[in-house]
């Protein structure tokens, strides 16, 4: 007979039944299912002979009546396949140390028992020896035990979790141990997340309090977890002897069950970070004040970080100031935390020595974090309503106008883009404003922070009332100053971009008070406001009809192309006694323009000079100072155009217009040359009728004073013979004198000042001895003839003194 084959027949001094696969006593019947009792070293051949189909009251007698080959065969085919069971055994025996209970080698025994032998073949095959097992029935019981082990780590894998959770629907050691690694503190976040059946568990933990009494304290843990609730007495008192177990992981959770403050504190300093981090979670959800206390003192950040993860909105006393004592100390500041924790109550809902509090630490430690996290909490401190008008709100807006001041351009130029910004330029002040001037003038901020000016009102929910109004002056803030140039490109493409609805009109009013108040400043205006420029048109339209301050205001600005219709529009309908002050910002513009644009600048310049040579060819006198200045401007014009190269864009214009303007130019010459020449013969022929006059006078008194003393007696020899000639007159302005009435025009003439001519002109037409008026200013015709026609002639060039001249004349003499 061949020694006995390992077949799990025996456990100790016990042996199992082939029919109900459990243990006995040896040698008689079995006490379950009346099956006879057969020899262990036939057990396999019993559990072959049950798998063919042999009643259980006759297998006793069938064994012994099989034959010796037969019944080794037999037991050989079962061994073999038991010996995987062997082997499947090692591995749970390994798995088990790791778990909480004991007997899964036992328990996965009896189950491979009761399943064997699943598949006998007819014939053995020699290339496949691993029959029955590994091919009819899979191991799982190696797979959950790998998975309660990952689970019991703490850190399982979604697999792991997912296989634990169908282990619950085992009701031996497999779904008890289950039960209590899913319902540890590590794990039962996740699983509770997994939607676990928590009656199932409570069920199972309810046995394994009953089956395992030295895990008392984890299944009245596990009970608890699942149900919320520990009324029964006998869980209550093992969760308080769990607070004395030798296991520090058992007394931390039943401190956290039972929410025990001592044993919550001992666990904060555990070495265990894990469990360090959820003792100070569970304390700052019951709002510990001796945690607090500890955290003020040596918190870290970590620590400062678990506690705000729970706690409550509604802190105890002195929760907010520990909280800002660790944010003080620590790289920074805990600002993500705090900011998570803080924006739970609005900040004006919080009592006032709490806004102190944060008013402080805001001035503090704020302003030395970055920008990003300043944003967030003004965002949070400027969320009411009314939080321009609370004090406290302007720490935040300094913190984050100091925290935007430290960062370099670029990253600044990214933040104007949140939404907090908005926020920051609605309660903007004026040292606000000049910060923002500074960041207006730095190339990567410049666009992101007008746009955001701009979209100041459609950005903010609140703000419709106070944003416009504030968006405006921010605007005039940062286009007041030096560096504006470096403004105009940028701003030009945002208002080109933006679509400001109805808050536009706000922008739109500030621009025209400051094209209104700076003329100096309108080009600019209109270069950068391009597309409201028909609004500002039409505005200026209304409030400055004057077509000169239109004409000077716009050229500069517009298409140079479109200079001669401007010109056109300026001096074509011009009535005649405005044509002399429209005809000046005409030759200016042509000085800016020529050199660059010659073509179009001296059709400009031909449009005027058509309209000046027909007005003065008319007979427009008041003009012919005009003409003469043009007359002497065009040649120097002339020179520049032909020197000029035409630009690449004056497609418009084929040539230049020099020659229509020199057939005007000829035609003025010639008509002031004419009437020169009328004026000199005039002029000749009026002193030639007053001379005549005047001899003719002086004939007439001679006559007179001979015939009186023809007839008249003698007079005595006293008496003293009367003159034949008047007294002469001679005046002086009663107004005060001005320099230029003493200018020295001819220094060889008589007449050498202004002052002379019109006092030769003025004593004239008060005297009639016109000789004795030359006489006395000694003058004689010719000389006079000569000065009077020099004076003339200046007179016509200068246009100052013919206007002196007329004020002089017209005014008082004595």
Same mark, same amino acid.
């Given at each position: 007979?061949h ?6 027949a025996r ?5 199992r039944?082939p029919?109900?696969t459990r243990f006995?006593e040896?040698?008689l019947l ?16 019993a559990?072959m ?8 009251y006759?297998l006793?007698?069938?064994v012994?009546l099989?034959?010796t ?7 050989s ?10 082997r ?6 390994r798995?088990?140390?790791a778990l909480?209970?004991r ?5 996965v025994e009896?189950?491979w028992?009761?399943r064997l032998?699943?598949?006998?073949p007819?014939e ?6 691993e ?7 899979p191991?799982?019981e190696p797979?959950?035990l790998a ?7 703490g850190?399982?894998s979604?697999?792991?979790?997912d296989?634990?959770l169908t282990?619950?629907?085992d ?8 039960a ?11 699983a509770?997340?997994?939607q676990v059946?928590t009656e199932?568990i ?11 009494p030295?895990?008392?304290a984890?299944?009245?843990l ?13 869980l ?11 296991d520090a992981?058992v007394r931390?959770?039943c401190a956290?069950c039972?929410?025990?403050e001592?044993?919550l504190?001992?666990?904060v300093?555990s070495?265990?970070?894990?469990r360090?981090?959820e003792?100070?979670r569970a304390l700052?959800s019951?709002?510990s004040?001796r ?9 870290? *950040?970590?620590?400062?970080? #678990?506690?705000? +993860?729970?706690?409550? !909105?509604? $802190?105890?006393?002195?929760a907010l /100031?520990?909280? &800002?004592?660790v ?10 935390a ?11 809902e919080?009592p006032p020595?709490?806004?102190a ?7 503090a430690?704020l302003?030395?974090?970055p920008?990003?996290d ?6 949070? *401190?400027?969320a009411a309503? #009314?939080a321009d +008008?609370m004090?406290e !709100?302007r $720490?935040f807006?300094?913190?984050? /106008?100091e925290? &935007?001041?430290?960062?370099p351009p670029?990253l600044?130029a990214s933040?104007f ?5 908005s926020?920051?330029?609605?309660l ?5 404003a000049?910060?923002?001037?500074t960041?207006?003038r ?5 666009e ?7 979209s100041l009102p459609?950005r903010?929910?609140?703000g419709?009332?106070l944003?416009p ?9 940062l286009?007041?100053?030096?560096g504006?140039?470096r403004l105009l490109?940028?701003?030009a493409k945002?208002v ?8 536009q009109?706000?922008?739109?009013d500030a ?9 100096d ?11 409201w ?23 500069p600005?517009e298409d140079p192309?479109?200079?001669?219709e401007r ?7 011009s009535?005649?006694?405005d044509?002399s002050?429209?005809?000046e910002?005409?030759?200016?513009a ?6 660059a644009?010659?073509r179009?600048t001296?059709?400009a310049?031909?449009c ?6 027909g007005?003065v ?6 003009l012919?100072?005009d003409a003469?200045?043009f007359?002497a401007w065009?040649?120097g014009f002339r020179e520049?155009v ?9 497609r418009?214009h ?12 000829r035609?003025?010459r010639?008509h002031?040359e004419?009437k020169?020449?009328r004026e ?8 030639r009728r007053?001379v ?7 004939l007439a008194r ?8 023809v007839?008249?007696p003698r ?10 000639r008047?007294?002469l007159?001679l005046l002086?302005p009663?107004g ?9 025009c001819?220094?060889?003439a008589r007449l050498r000042?202004?002052l002379d001519?019109?006092?030769l002109?003025?004593?004239l ?10 006489e006395?200013?000694g003058?004689?015709?010719a000389t006079?003839?000569?000065?009077a026609?020099a004076w ?5 060039r ?7 001249f007329?004020e ?7």
């Amino acid at each position: 007979m061949h020694p006995p084959l390992e077949n799990g027949a025996r456990r100790g001094a016990q042996v199992r039944c082939p029919a109900c696969t459990r243990f006995h006593e040896p040698g008689l019947l079995c006490p379950r299912c009346d099956c006879g009792p057969v020899p262990p070293e036939r057990y396999g051949a019993a559990r072959m002979l049950v798998h063919a189909g042999v009643d259980r009251y006759a297998l006793a007698d069938r064994v012994l009546l099989l034959p010796t080959s037969m019944a080794e065969r037999l037991e050989s085919r079962y061994a073999r396949m038991w010996a995987h069971v062997r082997r499947l055994l090692v591995d749970v025996r390994r798995y088990e140390q790791a778990l909480l209970l004991r007997g899964f080698e036992e328990e996965v025994e009896d189950r491979w028992a009761q399943r064997l032998p699943w598949h006998v073949p007819e014939e053995e095959p020699a290339a496949e020896p691993e029959e029955g097992l590994h091919t009819a029935v899979p191991a799982l019981e190696p797979r959950w035990l790998a998975a309660l082990v990952d689970v019991h780590e703490g850190t399982p894998s979604h697999a792991a979790l997912d296989t634990v959770l169908t282990c619950l629907e085992d009701d031996g050691r497999f779904g008890c141990e289950a039960a209590l690694a899913l319902t540890r503190w590590r794990v039962w976040p996740r699983a509770r997340g997994s939607q676990v059946a928590t009656e199932r568990i409570a069920r199972l933990a309810r046995a394994a309090f009953a089956r395992f009494p030295e895990q008392g304290a984890r299944a009245a843990l596990a009970w608890m977890r699942a149900t919320g609730q520990a009324t029964d007495v006998d869980l209550l008192l093992a969760l308080r002897e769990g607070l004395h177990h030798p296991d520090a992981d058992v007394r931390f959770e039943c401190a956290l069950c039972l929410q025990d403050e001592d044993g919550l504190l001992a666990a904060v300093e555990s070495t265990d970070l894990a469990r360090a981090a959820e003792a100070r979670r569970a304390l700052a959800s019951r709002g510990s004040v001796r945690l607090l206390e500890r955290m003020a003192s040596r918190g870290d *950040a970590d620590f400062a970080l #678990d506690v705000l +993860r729970r706690l409550p !909105t509604q $802190a105890p006393p002195g929760a907010l /100031s520990a909280l &800002l004592a660790v944010s003080d100390r620590v790289e920074g500041g805990l600002a993500e935390a705090l900011h998570g924790w803080a924006r739970g109550r609005p900040f004006a809902e919080l009592p006032p020595e709490e806004r102190a509090l944060w008013v402080d630490w805001a001035l503090a430690r704020l302003a030395r974090l970055p920008a990003a996290d300043a944003l967030r909490f003004l965002e949070w *401190a400027a969320a009411a309503r #009314d939080a321009d +008008r609370m004090v406290e !709100t302007r $720490a935040f807006v300094s913190a984050v /106008s100091e925290s &935007l001041a430290r960062e370099p351009p670029s990253l600044r130029a990214s933040r104007f883009q949140d939404a907090a910004f908005s926020q920051f330029l609605t309660l903007a002040d004026e040292a606000d404003a000049l910060r923002l001037h500074t960041w207006s003038r730095e190339a990567p901020c410049t666009e992101p922070l007008l746009e955001a000016v701009l979209s100041l009102p459609s950005r903010l929910r609140w703000g419709d009332a106070l944003a416009p109004g504030q968006g405006a002056r921010l605007l005039m803030a940062l286009w007041t100053g030096e560096g504006r140039e470096r403004l105009l490109a940028p701003l030009a493409k945002v208002v080109r971009g933006w679509n400001g609805d109805r808050q536009q009109a706000v922008f739109f009013d500030a621009v025209w008070r400051r094209f209104q108040q700076h003329p100096d400043e309108r080009t600019d205006l209109l270069a950068a406001f391009t597309p409201w420029r028909a609004a500002l048109w039409e505005r200026q339209q209304a409030a400055e009809p004057d077509a000169v301050v239109c004409f000077q205001t716009w050229w500069p600005v517009e298409d140079p192309e479109q200079l001669p219709e401007r010109v056109d529009a300026l001096v074509r309908q011009s009535p005649l006694e405005d044509l002399s002050r429209r005809l000046e910002p005409v030759w200016k513009a042509a000085e800016l323009r020529v050199d660059a644009w010659p073509r179009a600048t001296s059709l400009a310049v031909s449009c005027a000079a058509a309209v000046l040579s027909g007005t003065v060819r008319q007979g427009v006198d008041a003009l012919d100072p005009d003409a003469e200045r043009f007359l002497a401007w065009f040649p120097g014009f002339r020179e520049r155009v032909v020197a000029a190269s035409p630009a690449s864009s004056e497609r418009s214009h084929s040539r230049d217009f020099l020659e229509d303007i020199e057939v005007d130019v000829r035609l003025i010459r010639e008509h002031l040359e004419r009437k020169r020449q009328r004026e000199d013969q005039a002029r000749e022929a009026e002193l030639r009728r007053m001379v005549e006059a005047s001899r003719q006078r002086d004939l007439a008194r001679q006559r007179e004073l001979m015939a009186c003393q023809v007839d008249a007696p003698r007079l005595t020899h006293d008496v003293e013979v009367a003159p034949l000639r008047t007294p002469l007159v001679l005046l002086n302005p009663r107004g005060p004198v001005q320099p230029l009435d003493l200018e020295v025009c001819f220094p060889e003439a008589r007449l050498r000042t202004l002052l002379d001519y019109t006092r030769l002109l003025k004593v004239l037409s008060v005297n009639n001895d016109v000789m004795a008026v030359f006489e006395a200013h000694g003058l004689s015709v010719a000389t006079w003839t000569s000065e009077a026609t020099a004076w003339g002639t200046l007179l016509m060039r200068r246009r100052e003194l013919t206007l002196r001249f007329g004020e002089l004349f017209q005014g008082p003499w004595g």
